[in-house]
């Protein structure tokens, strides 16, 4: 038997009063105790480092700033896309476009054109790392073509971070066809009359966030990143939830 809306909202309002409130003080207690000690050993590390190398995480913690959270972020695939998914802050529905866990390297750029196109008064923000990059990195051409005013950040740590990631956990630092030989992604965007800069160094990343975001055009960022950066926590192939890595 269905109920109609009216039926269903009606017998709502006479079974919530005779439930028990519970709030489960123990149980939040674990969850913001593990989350103490996650925080201490990855989070802080990630979006406010004191280390020398810049870290994916505080790029994004400056797209955050820059943008009030209000942006729609596209991540490609790899160590970025966790950052990403993970750090970046959303206020506004429809806002992570992701691949997902089964995506293809490449797909930042042309989704972040199509999310420029569906949503042309949103600022998009593509993130990509520099191996996934130029698998679509001809897509630059469409958006010369198009004036689509996509914002394109490279997060560039010479490598196809996230298996060289295992390869360094796992495999000794047998480093094996992970190292990138990269061009100057610089030059290639402003090839296609698209502004362009880089950052090395962390003193220069909040101000130049902040013109990327600023734009009205299209505009290329990249970010060199730590080169052995790694992204936690993890759960190692064959392992549960309770052999979980932050380190």
């Keep these: 038997m269905l109920l109609s809306l009216g039926d269903a909202k009606a017998s709502l309002e006479m079974l ?17 105790d593990l989350y103490a000690i996650e925080y201490e050993k990855v989070i802080k590390d990630d979006i406010l480092p004191t280390k020398d190398g810049l870290t994916m995480g505080e790029v994004l913690h400056q797209i955050n700033i820059q943008s009030k959270g209000n942006a729609a972020i596209v991540s490609d695939v790899g160590q970025h896309q966790m950052i990403a ?18 995506g293809t390297m490449g797909f ?37 073509q198009q004036r689509a005013a996509v914002k394109v950040v490279v997060l560039n740590n ?10 360094q956990l796992f495999f000794d630092k047998r480093y ?21 800069r880089k950052v090395t160094k962390r003193e220069d990343l909040a101000d130049a966030v902040k013109e990327m975001m600023e734009s009205k055009e299209a505009y290329f960022l990249e970010v060199c990143v730590e080169k052995e950066g790694n992204v936690f926590p993890m759960i190692p192939t064959g392992a549960s939830v309770s052999d979980i890595r932050l380190e």
């Design 108 to 144: 930042g750029l042309p989704a972040a054109i199509g999310a420029k196109m569906a949503a042309p008064d949103r600022e998009v923000v593509s993130i990509s790392g520099d191996g996934g990059y130029q698998m679509t990195i001809q897509e630059l051409g469409t958006i010369f």
């Design 85 to 102: 998914c993970r750090y970046a802050e959303f206020n506004k529905t429809k806002s992570n476009i992701t691949s997902g866990g089964l």
């Design 158 to 167: 010479e490598f196809l971070g996230m298996v060289r990631q295992w390869q």
């Design 176 to 196: 094996a066809s992970t190292e990138m030989v990269n061009p100057n992604f610089v030059a290639i965007a402003e090839g296609y009359y698209i502004k362009a």
């Design 16 to 32: 919530l009063p005779l439930l028990n409130e519970n709030t489960h003080p123990e149980w939040c207690k674990e969850f913001a």
